[in-house]
């Protein structure tokens, strides 16, 4: 089969250059998937280069078995034996530290290849152990702070006596201590954590010059994909994999690179050509998912930006609608307007997939409000993985203990859940003597029982759980590793617990417990070992979360890389949420944002549409505060965006089509609240009494109660203005209404209340009239008041004066 047929020219060019440093500049949509797995096909089938000779290597688990499904399709009955080594990063750097990476025990003590992998919740309990042992409080030094820059630390290669000299005030000497008795933690657990895979392979490629060399001559060809992701650790492992040749091929985007927090660095790619100067480079800017409109303005956004090799995108397809703006007073009003928009899309094209895009996690509780009021089901991505969840940590915490007793974060889990008597005191005297003689928790446990330092409950429950953690090794060892999980379950007592809660919620827990089961089958199927199921518990990321067939996803703009969606929000467009303010400022910060928003626009296929708030409340319950329309949006060309739900002013004018009334039915009525007719005036209330053939009852006037004297106000110096005036002394009340007059009518405001106009409720303070509906004594109005949100009144009975 020829795999060049079918290809663009570019992407033919870059199929067929097989030799030698290659770069290819891959622009969103352009078919850099298709590219990767043709020329891996093309190497194996044209070239006859053995599979097992072909690395690629990206970042997400999902794009990888992606790619693997492809080209074994593609080399299918080609007479191919093997297939090509297709992975993530991590899963690579696994697998060589597993194999090979024996060597490395001679520069970290401690080291096996049976090394457990400790993710963020694991690496949190290290940290807050630390804590608890150094006496640091947490709200002055949060423990995810310190995490990242432990992270940060790591990813520069810099180990904690590095910060220790580096540090400048008590807090960084603080964090290199924190930093010193992590490092230990991992170490005695024989644990390590995502940044470790990299950096321990590396290391041992560096140190060790067989097992380099051994990978220099097994491996012929690397590809790397999303290469503008790569920090600079990634970028020594392709280093180290190509010393005794120069066949990499890195396809990657500079305008996507927007992960420079977690430690990518845009250099790599933009300096590729000056680390290869013999390097080809091929730029893929035909487009094959978005509109023209849709591609131009994403273009002109970014082409703002100085950081890059510079492409633009185009495409065959047609111009397609314009870009919308629509600015929402409010962040409930844009919430709004964007469910309302989704409904009646999907009412019109019901096979269409709608993502929502927001800069932060905090965005999404409005726009899952507003879609909750349609009844419309939607996928929120970044919650908990499924490997996260409470139930499917504990068991796999206890398979990770049977096969590994020096995991002392697994131990301190599941040492008392279920509840078995064993509490913290009892588990802090165990931790302090591993502390005092340098030992794991588990041996620490064997040799307090051995000397008997327990007291005789304690002693006994202790007891109970190290036979109970040796059966579960014996069962590791011979069972399934599906029958495993299952005797796990039932002999910890954690399934009887889970059936003796009997709630809707135990009852999805034993779910997920089936759920994990049913993996543990599919691994055991495809020949895996325990630990190969465990590495592919720790490795499972967000991105890998993603159900691309949901109609309505909410996600960030970063989870939403590499995806596509026929109709795309993108919400917040303002200046200190999108840009975020810790990036205003900064230039490399304001283009990697630029990128940020690049990726977002590039995210539809058919329809864009972008909004932003005029007031969003930005700290918990604080008063809301005037907004500024984001940069970006004026990068946009006028010619290709058009502004819809209210004036066309730049500043949005006046709102229409808010659309919350049509739902107040629905949702009063979801909570059993009277939506019937009701009576707010006297003469209404004489009709209900009328309607009933009841005479109105009338209350007999109560005299007002006595006023007491008042007394004369102080003197005042001549000439002080009326506000300068001291208080009288004692408590301020408000004036009663006299009780003679219960259903007196309000006074109705001056003038009349028109859109834009500020007014003044009794109850609500002060607000702004967002809309006016109808005239005279049946007129009724929409107010916007900072504390309380949109209020809809009558405006003849709201007592509103108007400023």
Not at 94 to 105: I, K, N, S, Y
Not at 414 to 441: C, K, M, W, Y
Not at 461 to 482: R, V, Y
Not at 734 to 744: E, G, I, K, L, M
Request: aromatic share 8%; glycine share 6%; proline share 5%.
């Amino acid at each position: 089969m020829d795999f060049l047929t079918g290809l663009n020219p570019e992407q033919r060019d870059a199929v067929a250059s097989t030799e030698g440093p290659l770069l290819i500049l891959a622009g969103a949509g352009s078919g850099k998937t298709r590219v990767i797995t043709h020329r891996i096909a093309h190497l194996v089938t044209a070239k006859h280069v053995p599979p097992s000779a072909v690395l690629a290597v990206t970042f997400t688990n999902k794009a990888a078995a992606e790619m693997r499904a492809r080209v074994t399709s593609l080399i299918d009955g080609s007479g191919v034996n093997g297939s090509p080594n297709l992975s993530t990063f991590h899963s690579f750097c696994v697998r060589l530290l597993r194999r090979d990476g024996e060597p490395l025990a001679r520069i970290r003590p401690g080291f096996t290849t049976k090394f457990s992998i400790y993710d963020d919740e694991d690496q949190l309990a290290i940290i807050k152990g630390a804590f608890r042992k150094m006496g640091l409080d947490e709200k002055a030094l949060p423990y995810r702070a310190v995490m990242s820059i432990i992270s940060q630390s790591k990813n520069s290669r810099k180990t904690p006596q590095d910060l220790y000299s580096e540090a400048k005030d008590p807090k960084m000497t603080r964090v290199a201590a924190v930093f010193e008795e992590y490092e230990k933690g991992l170490r005695n657990a024989n644990a390590l954590d995502f940044d470790d895979l990299l950096l321990e392979a590396v290391r041992l490629l560096e140190h060790d010059a067989d097992t380099r060399d051994g990978y220099n001559r097994r491996i012929s060809y690397v590809m790397i994909d999303e290469y503008q992701d790569t920090n600079r650790t990634q970028y020594e492992l392709m280093r180290l994999l190509t010393r005794q040749h120069d066949n990499v091929c890195v396809v990657g985007d500079e305008d996507q690179s927007i992960y420079s927090w977690r430690g990518a660095d845009i250099r790599n790619i933009l300096d590729f050509e000056r680390d290869y100067p013999k390097a080809k480079t091929i730029r893929l800017e035909q487009n094959y998912r978005s509109t023209k409109n849709i591609l131009e303005a994403a273009s002109a956004v970014v082409s703002n930006n100085k950081e890059r090799k510079g492409k633009w995108l185009w495409t065959d397809s047609g111009a397609g609608d314009e870009l919308a703006l629509y600015v929402g007073h409010d962040a409930e009003n844009e919430a709004l307007f964007i469910a309302d928009t989704i409904e009646r899309l999907l009412g019109q094209n019901p096979e269409w997939r709608v993502a929502v895009l927001y800069r932060t996690n905090s965005q999404s509780r409005q726009i899952e409000e507003a879609l909750r009021r349609y009844g419309r089901k939607y996928l929120v991505v970044g919650g908990f993985s499924f490997y996260q969840r409470a139930e499917v940590k504990d068991i796999v915490s206890y398979l990770k203990l049977a096969i590994s007793h020096s995991d002392s974060i697994s131990l301190q889990r599941v040492i008392n859940t279920p509840a078995r008597g064993i509490g913290r005191s009892t588990l802090d005297q165990i931790q302090a003597f591993a502390s005092e003689h340098n030992l794991t928790l588990w041996d620490a446990l064997v040799r307090m029982l051995e000397q008997n330092q327990f007291g005789t409950r304690a002693h006994a429950a202790i007891q109970a759980f190290k036979n109970l953690i040796d059966e579960l090794t014996e069962a590791a060892e011979k069972l399934p590793l599906n029958e495993t999980l299952k005797f796990i379950e039932e002999r910890t007592g954690y399934r009887r617990m889970l059936e003796q809660e009997n709630t809707p919620e135990s009852e999805a827990r034993i779910e997920n417990l089936e759920e994990i089961a049913n993996a543990a089958a599919e691994a055991w199927e495809r020949g895996e070992t325990a630990a190969d199921f465990l590495d592919h518990a720790a490795l499972v990321a967000d991105a890998d979360q993603v159900d691309e067939a949901a109609q309505v996803s909410l996600l960030t703009i970063h989870n939403a890389k590499g995806l596509e969606f026929p109709v795309v929000f993108l919400a917040g467009l303002e200046e200190g949420l999108f840009p975020h303010m810790r990036s205003i400022g900064s230039d490399a910060a304001m283009e990697e944002e630029r990128r940020l928003c690049y990726v977002g626009m590039t995210r539809a296929e058919k329809r864009l549409y972008l909004s932003w708030a005029k007031y969003r409340r930005r700290f918990g319950g604080g008063e809301q505060e005037r907004s500024i329309a984001s940069r970006f949006l004026k990068e946009v060309p006028a010619n290709l965006m058009v502004k819809i739900g209210g004036d066309a002013d730049e500043d949005g004018g006046s709102q229409v089509d808010l659309t919350p009334e049509r739902h107040e039915v629905r949702q009063s009525a979801k909570r059993n609240v009277f939506t019937g007719k009701t009576y707010n005036s006297i003469e209404n209330i004489s009709q209900f009494f009328a309607e009933r053939g009841v005479k109105m009852p009338v209350q007999t006037p109560v005299a007002p109660p006595p006023k007491p004297p008042i007394a004369p106000p102080p003197s005042e110096p001549s000439g002080a203005p009326p506000w300068a005036a001291r208080p009288p002394a004692g408590p301020q009340f408000p004036p009663r209404a006299p009780a003679s007059a219960p259903f007196s009518k309000p006074a109705a405001p001056t003038r009349p209340a028109r859109a834009g106009t500020v007014i003044e409720h009794p109850k609500y303070g002060t607000g702004t009239v967002v809309r006016r509906e109808g005239e005279g004594e049946d007129a009724k109005i929409t107010v916007m008041f900072p504390r309380y949100g949109l209020k809809k009144l009558i405006e003849k009975y709201a007592g509103i004066k108007t400023k």
